[in-house]
């Protein structure tokens, strides 16, 4: 099967926008929560974990505590999987404590249809009991195939299914934007 090529549509936000964004989002999380006990937030791989660093380290910033993070790999409880590779690469999950009774943020970069974070619930149900799961996520791109909803969002937008939406940070990428790609 032949990949689609993509082509850049706009940049949607820059560096400093995703910054703001960020802060933004730290600040909602700290308010739902009533500040930073039980918390503890978990990226999923790849781009979840530079999120969920730079939140952290947001939150640091903003109430002096330092907030566990972990890595979740969410390969293996894919309801695609077959279809994404014969022989899937799976990395390895780095949650370093329990999560039983805890209140989880989990964080990606993008949600869209919802399957990508019921797979991470399922495997978060893995690993404990946590009193509470949050989502925050940087772009909402609609199109939804599951009931789930972020509770913490960057930036809603409204996409077609031609389009995709590529957040880059440093981290993995060398730079921080979001662009509106399409599919030509």
Same mark, same amino acid.
């Given at each position: 099967?032949?990949?689609?090529?993509?082509?850049?549509?706009?940049?949607?936000?820059?560096?400093?926008?995703?910054?703001?964004? +960020?802060?933004?989002?730290?600040?909602?999380?700290?308010?739902?929560?009533?500040?930073?006990?039980?918390?503890?937030?978990?990226?999923?791989?790849?781009?979840?974990?530079?999120?969920?660093?730079?939140?952290?380290? =947001?939150?640091?910033?903003?109430?002096?505590?330092?907030?566990?993070?972990?890595?979740?790999?969410?390969?293996?409880?894919? &309801?695609?999987?077959?279809?994404?590779? =014969?022989?899937?690469?799976?990395?390895?999950?780095?949650?370093?404590?329990? +999560?039983?009774?805890?209140?989880?943020?989990?964080? &990606?970069?993008?949600?869209?249809?919802?399957?990508?974070?019921?797979?991470?619930?399922?495997?978060?149900?893995?690993?404990?009991?946590?009193?509470?799961?949050?989502?925050?996520?940087? +772009?909402?791109?609609?199109?939804?195939?599951?009931?789930?909803?972020?509770?913490?969002?960057?930036?809603?937008?409204?996409?077609?299914?031609?389009?995709?939406? &590529?957040?880059?940070?440093?981290?993995?990428?060398? =730079? &921080?934007?979001?662009?509106?790609?399409?599919?030509?």
């Amino acid at each position: 099967m032949e990949e689609a090529k993509m082509k850049l549509k706009k940049e949607l936000i820059d560096a400093s926008g995703m910054n703001r964004a +960020i802060t933004r989002i730290a600040h909602e999380i700290l308010e739902k929560n009533k500040g930073t006990e039980n918390l503890v937030l978990i990226g999923i791989r790849t781009r979840g974990i530079p999120l969920a660093e730079r939140l952290a380290a =947001k939150i640091k910033e903003i109430e002096g505590v330092e907030v566990a993070t972990g890595i979740l790999d969410i390969t293996l409880y894919r &309801d695609d999987l077959s279809t994404v590779a =014969k022989k899937p690469i799976v990395h390895q999950t780095e949650i370093p404590f329990d +999560i039983t009774g805890k209140k989880v943020v989990l964080v &990606d970069d993008v949600l869209y249809t919802g399957r990508t974070i019921r797979a991470a619930l399922d495997a978060l149900i893995d690993l404990g009991r946590p009193l509470q799961i949050q989502l925050a996520i940087m +772009i909402d791109r609609g199109h939804r195939e599951l009931p789930i909803r972020a509770d913490f969002v960057g930036k809603n937008l409204p996409t077609s299914k031609t389009e995709v939406v &590529d957040v880059n940070f440093v981290e993995t990428d060398q =730079k &921080d934007v979001v662009l509106l790609l399409e599919k030509s």
